[in-house]
């Protein structure tokens, strides 16, 4: 498998040098950030749905944010949370090297905040701690609009979704998030085994 994710990373003619410092800082740093195919799949959906107003939840110092922004059109609204002030001064410091004048970067715990944002969204993207994501689930369906994308990383959890019993609390937040997505009527899932796997619901 690893030969064919370096076989897609190879079709990527284009490289942003931006991103490319960004993908050295996190390999330099051990720095978890998506893949950069996950990051065009990020692309896609934005233009598919015409998303207009989205939200991040746990956005680094802004990799993925940087997706959504060349994708959308000036117009859009993209929040992005984050707990740590050191991550949004360095998202920032990117954002203006590449003129993205359209996202708000909110320093605070993710799933507290998301409860102090009116209206609804079209795209969600979550990546916070893995022993939140079934909390995280649980909250951000309610903010999507019929329609509306929920796109979780992390979905395959470095394959440790296949323990039966795991003793990690981060590996079980992980298959209940799983568990959740595809069990919730009000919502139809996939997972994607792009990256570290990516879980796409769509708010039915």
């Known amino acids: 498998m690893d030969g064919l994710h370096d076989y897609m990373l190879d079709l990527i003619e284009e490289k942003n040098p931006v991103l490319v410092e960004m993908e050295l800082y996190a390999k330099k740093h051990d720095f978890p950030i998506i893949s950069p195919l996950v990051g065009r799949l990020l692309y896609q959906y934005t233009r598919v749905i015409n ?64 409860n102090q944002i009116q209206g609804e969204f079209d795209i969600i993207f979550n990546d916070v701690d893995k022993k939140q994501y079934p909390q995280a689930f649980k909250q951000a369906v309610p903010k999507l609009r019929k329609g509306g994308l929920l796109i979780t990383d992390n979905a ?40 570290d796997g990516i879980c796409v619901s769509i708010k039915l």
Do not use: H, M, Q
């Not at 991040?56 to 802004?62: F, V």
């Not at 994708?71 to 859009?76: F, L, R, V």
């Not at 470095?158 to 981060?170: D, F, G, H, M, T």
């Open 51 to 114: 998303a207009k107003r989205i939200l991040e939840l746990g956005s680094g110092y802004g990799y993925s944010a940087i997706y959504f922004a060349k994708s959308a059109s000036d117009d859009t609204e993209i929040i992005c949370i984050d707990a740590s002030e050191e991550n949004k001064n360095l998202a920032i410091s990117y954002f203006k090297r590449l003129v993205i004048t359209n996202i708000k970067y909110i320093v605070g715990d993710a799933l507290e905040v998301i």
């Open 156 to 195: 395959l959890w470095y394959a440790r979704v296949l323990e039966l019993k795991p003793e990690r609390i981060s590996t079980k937040g992980v298959k209940e998030y799983n568990k959740l997505a595809f069990s919730d009527p009000r919502v139809f899932s996939t997972i994607i085994p792009v990256g």
